[in-house]
């Protein structure tokens, strides 16, 4: 094992989030599956964003929201994913470079634009996503940084990838080098109806190339066609050293071989934007890992994470979660 | 005098906002004076891009952020400025028709990128800007919409027009089109620096073309270069019909030619980030106007959506002022 640069690269499709709100009548009326995201063509995307209210924009991607929580921690982060040479792509950099994660994908010249995910939000704060990958598919085995992923203790990844197939040979590279170098490989299975494409693909992968497990409670039941909480953690059970399974405001279950952990969820005054939740609870736990701390305390961090991105509106960590694991006394 | 269609139109660089916190040190360190604006260039807007750190982006432009502000409180609002054909300007475009204000001015196909504002946010809610006018400045008379004026109650101008010739020249266009179909015309001095910038012009114009002035404290004692706010209120006085003279957390003083009427702020739990306070106070009072309210009655609602502005990031409104209004009784 040689040098490790980095504690967590990750791998994603890079995104500039679109958010505006609505009512639940408009998600109806609209024929969007409330909670979930789906793909979007550049079509589909304008006609959305022609019918949706004011907006701010904000740059997302679920590995790369991890990747900035993970840097906000204290950690050293890395992320590749590709944007295009466009005022996004220009947002999308600048923000992640911005809050310490290295990144040096180069930007894509031709094709799509930089993808963006239209995101509504509604007054319980759940939110519901439209994707327009754009230029995030160019993401190819070329971008894949060899020396970076060896030079990380953890290598990350989005289930969201494997919905191009550019994207999911981009992925398979990657856990093969993150394996010869002798690391660790975290999945997040990222969406219900993902895991619904991608269902024989992720149960293969989940037992021969994951490490650390991520997944909601609609995510796991998905992946072992099951209909109990209970039956999808004993079925990942042994699967994966780590499964990591989130309940929203239930709190989390951190499942090995041998050990069953429940962690409560940090409480919150108000609910104003779930968006990101799964992703800041991966980069409270992945951290807290890369220190070596016991399975109880990283799910804690990962619960204090989720908790700060679900209280505005946004994926992106606004304090700095170092300062907030110091008050809560989980870190010195 | 012919149909109203329009409560007011405005006239405006269209703008996206780049929004980021900083501390005084950082303002300090890159020789930012805390709470104006200053012009940019192309170089200057990437380099200080580079060292700010995470943001989001929002619609902005001083009028462009005014109109939205009428169109919130039910008004007919439409808006005149240039884009460019690019992402930021597809923001500006849907974020202005979204609140419901009409927008058709054609996006540039050529030439600068569409025009962004770098605002550092300090802790105390100040925000200190740094322009890049980009395509906004390509606005000429040629945009300038006779039929969309002339069916506007009022006409509203930003002082930051006066920064670039093409855009005085079309602001010029404008107040004689409003002129000579008896409307009346708005001005708001934009920042001290531009009223320095154009002190003999501004003048000049508030004594025979403009209705309504607004401007702030610095601005104000900046136009008739006295050291006191009680000096420029006696020195505005009768210059025009109506001077609405802003003060911050003090409320604001109403100058006409034999009143003058002092309105109270209203109060606000955080003052999270004053960007658009002045904009949205000018939205709320020519609102009021064009419902041929009281002046005191016409201030209240230039108070309370500033209010509403400072609470949260970005200088849109977010609650739609129209149900503050009538939560305060002010309309029904």
């Known amino acids: ?7 967590v690269v990750g791998i994603g499709n890079a995104i500039v989030d679109i958010i505006g709100r609505c009512d639940d009548a408009f998600l109806s009326k609209h024929d ?3 909670g979930f995201m789906r793909l979007i063509d550049a079509r589909q995307a304008d006609s959305l964003y022609g019918i949706m209210g004011p907006a701010i924009e904000r740059s997302g991607g679920s590995a790369a929201n991890t990747i900035a929580g993970v840097s906000s921690f204290g950690g050293n982060g890395g992320f590749i994913g590709r944007v295009a040479d466009d005022q996004f792509g220009k947002v999308f950099a600048h923000d992640i470079r911005a809050i310490g994660v290295s990144y040096d994908t180069a930007p894509a010249r ?6 963006l995910c239209l995101i509504f939000v509604t007054p319980d704060g759940e939110r519901t996503m439209n994707t327009f990958l754009g230029a995030s598919t160019e993401l190819g085995t070329g971008e894949v940084d060899a020396k970076m992923i060896e030079a990380a203790s953890v290598l990350y990844l989005e289930g969201y990838l494997f919905d191009k197939p550019e994207a999911k040979q981009a992925f398979h590279t990657a856990t093969a ?5 002798g690391r660790k490989t975290a999945l997040t299975l990222s969406d219900a109806f993902c895991v619904d494409r991608h269902r024989d693909d992720f149960r293969k992968l ?3 190339g994951v490490d650390v497990l991520f997944a909601n409670e ?6 072992y066609e099951v209909n109990t909480f209970e039956k999808a953690a004993a079925a990942v059970r042994g699967e994966c050293e780590i499964a990591v399974l ?9 499942v090995t071989a041998n050990e069953t952990i429940t962690v409560k969820a940090e409480p919150v005054d108000q609910v104003v934007d779930v968006t990101g939740a799964g992703d800041l609870y991966a980069a409270g736990f ?33 304090k700095p979660l170092d300062q907030l694991a110091r008050d809560a006394g989980l870190i010195t």
């Open 286 to 318: 992945l951290f807290g890992l890369t220190r070596s701390l016991d399975l109880a305390a990283c799910g804690r961090l990962g619960s204090l994470a989720a908790a700060e991105a679900i209280s505005h509106i946004g994926a992106r960590p606004e």
């Open 218 to 223: 609609t995510e796991i039941t998905a992946l």
């Open 1 to 7: 094992m040689g040098d490790t640069r980095y504690d």
């Open 246 to 254: 989130t309940r929203s405001e239930e709190g989390s279950v951190i």
């Open 32 to 34: 969007l599956a409330k």
């Open 110 to 115: 031709n094709g799509a634009p930089t993808a």
């Open 177 to 181: 080098i993150a394996a010869r170098a």
């Open 206 to 208: 989940v037992r021969d």
